[in-house]
T-cell receptor, first 117, second 112 residues
Framework: GAGVSQTPSNKVTEKGKYVELRCDPI?????LYWYRQSLGQGPEFLIY????????DSGLPNDRFFAVRPEGSVSTLKIQRTERGDSAVYLC???????????????FGEGSRLTVL | GEDVEQSLFLSVREGDSSVINCTYT??????LYWYKQEPGAGLQLLTY?????DMKQDQRLTVLLNKKDKHLSLRIADTQTGDSAIYFC????????????FGAGTRLAVHP
């Protein structure tokens, strides 16, 4: 597609449920990033992939969070046993390759807004 | 630790210049960025500056970097209503090029 696509755009779930958020990066972009943006805050790094592998997952807050990118394109962020504190906008970004970030050329999607009741 | 701070709100009159300020703590940051976020849209890279530069100009945008004071600013000349958005300062920090550290954002409101 023309840009980074994220689904769903909005997700409301109950505490304790499992959630999956999907990201479809720009075609041909090998690097993919997940960030989390809480209300009134800037984006916070979670994880980035170079190809199929997670090159850096140091931003994942705990083991309830997991992300995959099995074919090096679409990525899914998975959150188990959701908590109210997980409520945020989850942003996905892609770049042509990992060195694309040298010039900050991350292309962001519009985000998936997760609300945990 | 790594931290990026910005003032939260700025209001300017249409046609005036806007100056958005940012301070950062990690002197190892190689690149510093300004991103723009409009309602309902993803973050968009506006401009960036390499840490060995003092100034960068790009049309109506001027970025000033004071590395000694770890202070970054974005000046928008002839501010228009279409410039109303949230502006985020970001640095590469010590974590490498792939882990941008963002400030909380400055909301710019442009009024007639």
């Amino acid at each position: 597609g023309a840009g980074v696509s994220q689904t769903p755009s909005n997700k409301v779930t109950e505490k304790g449920k499992y959630v999956e958020l999907r990201c479809d990066p720009i075609s041909g972009h090998t690097a993919l990033y997940w960030y989390r943006q809480s209300l009134g805050q800037g984006p916070e790094f979670l994880i980035y992939f170079q190809g199929t592998g997670a090159a850096d997952d140091s931003g994942l807050p705990n083991d309830r969070f997991f992300a995959v990118r099995p074919e090096g394109s679409v990525s899914t962020l998975k959150i188990q046993r959701t908590e109210r504190g997980d409520s945020a906008v989850y942003l996905c970004a892609s770049s042509q390759d990992a060195t694309g970030t040298i010039t900050g050329e991350l292309f962001f999607g519009e985000g998936s807004r997760l609300t945990v009741l | 630790g790594e931290d990026v701070e910005q003032s939260l709100f700025l209001s300017v009159r249409e046609g005036d210049s806007s100056v958005i300020n940012c301070t950062y703590t990690d002197s190892s940051s190689t690149y510093l960025y300004w991103y723009k976020q409009e309602p309902g849209a993803g973050l968009q890279l506006l401009t960036y500056i390499f840490s060995n530069m003092d100034m960068k100009q790009d049309q109506r945008l001027t970025v000033l970097l004071n590395k000694k004071d770890k202070h970054l600013s974005l000046r928008i000349a002839d501010t228009q209503t279409g410039d109303s958005a949230i502006y985020f300062c970001a640095e590469t920090g010590g974590g490498g090029y792939n882990k941008l550290i963002f400030g909380a954002g400055t909301r710019l409101a442009v009024h007639p």
